[in-house]
């Protein structure tokens, strides 16, 4: 009976921390950069693409959408695998210190554009598809989350 319990709580425990409950650091405006930076040069991203990147401009073509999951990756929102990490995207938007209510209206919203790509699209396309929902629906939070310009 220990022994059940035992893997029990390790299974909670490693669920937990799967999903963001554990260890999740907000990340800064620093943290994007950095991001950034490091996937516009992984993907020899144009300089051209760079520039509207940083004013929210995400157009739709392939080495955009690479770049939306390479960035994604890097705050560790999302991998090819498992998709989006939603409590995980809900902590970032609340801030460090804030508390997340996983039942309020943007969770919903979050939930809402982390599909779990039905469609079958490569990971590249599925992490542009949920980022760019998820950017028009709370664009003004993404922005604040981040403190850009």
Known sequence: MKAFIAILLFAALASAHHHGHVDYVVRDHSDLVRFREHCSTTLNV????????????YPDDEVTRCYMKCVFEQFGFFDAVHGFDVQKIHHQLAGKDAHVDHND???????????????????????YRGGMCFIKENLQLVKHSVKTD
């Open 46 to 57: 144009p300089a051209e693409l760079v520039e509207k990147y940083k004013v929210w401009n």
């Open 105 to 127: 209206a943007v969770h919903g919203k979050i939930e809402h554009c982390a599909d779990k790509n039905t469609q079958g699209s490569d990971a590249c396309t599925w992490a």
